[in-house]
């Protein structure tokens, strides 16, 4: 479905050239979860900038489905680690925000709404605006407001980062859940263990420049419970990865 051929991307500071990404090539099938990991610096945001079309790569080019990515798509979305929540507007506002000016009728449009609300347990809490909910029911918002869309293809920066342990397992299980209804999903963390727990294959980076150290296949299935043998055996396989990283 994706296909990232040969990206690199620089930028000019301070008068000199520096090298975020080099050589970036992988592909990404229909349906998988691909997470990617590494160390800070190694270009993870970028790359899915790239990926998502916020930003044209120096050399290289992303393809989906054969087109190649020029700019962000409605079929693509992007969720970030702060929300991005608009704080005038309502749960409910909200999630309506990527239906607006497609011509769908109310009545549609509430539908939808209340499909995502139900999906990610925010029910009950519909008129309430981003200030008097938690982290994690803003996240929530955020992933009915992407859903809402009925994207191909989401992509993911972090998004749990910023919530408390039992919020953060709680988003992975949701998460879980959606991938399952049939959705591509880009997923960047720094947490080795949310990269094992939700991906079918994981992406290390090493950095300076950004590039591929390498690539870890999951398990088919994936662990359904963390901290069993064998989430701990490819837990183990990761840290190595990210070990050899660190020591280059």
């Known amino acids: 479905m994706i296909q990232v051929e040969g990206i690199t991307q620089t930028f000019d500071i301070n008068r000199k050239t520096f090298t975020a990404l ?7 099938n229909k349906n998988e979860l691909l997470c990617i990991v590494g160390p800070s610096g190694c270009g993870k945001t970028v790359l899915l900038d790239i990926l998502a079309g916020f930003t044209k790569p120096t050399t290289g080019r992303v393809l989906i489905d054969g087109q190649e990515v020029s700019g962000p798509c409605s079929k693509r979305i992007t ?4 929300y991005k929540l608009l704080p005038w507007r309502t749960v409910r506002k909200n999630i309506e925000l990527g239906l607006e000016g497609k011509g769908l009728t109310r009545t ?3 539908a939808i709404v209340d499909e995502q609300i139900e999906s990610v347990g925010l029910a009950g809490f519909e008129n309430y605006h981003p200030s008097e909910i938690s982290g994690g029911m803003k996240q929530r918002v955020a992933i009915a407001r992407a859903l809402a869309t009925k994207p191909d293809i989401i992509f993911m920066d972090e998004p749990f980062g910023a919530l408390d342990s039992a919020t953060k397992e709680s988003m992975q299980l949701k998460l879980r859940y959606i991938f399952d209804t049939g959705k591509t999903i880009i ?3 720094h947490d080795v263990d949310e990269a094992v727990f939700l991906a079918d294959r994981i992406l290390v980076m090493q950095p300076s420049p950004g590039r591929i150290h390498s690539i870890v296949r999951v398990n088919d299935p994936r662990p359904i419970t963390k901290y069993t043998r064998e989430f701990n055996a490819l837990r183990d396989k990761v840290l190595v990865e990210m070990a050899s990283v660190s020591t280059k």
Do not use: M, R
Request: cysteine-free; overall charge negative; proline content about 0%.
């Open 187 to 189: 997923f960047v963390t």
């Open 22 to 28: 080099s050589d970036i090539n992988f592909t990404v």
């Open 79 to 82: 969720i970030f680690q702060d």
């Open 108 to 110: 549609a449009i509430d």
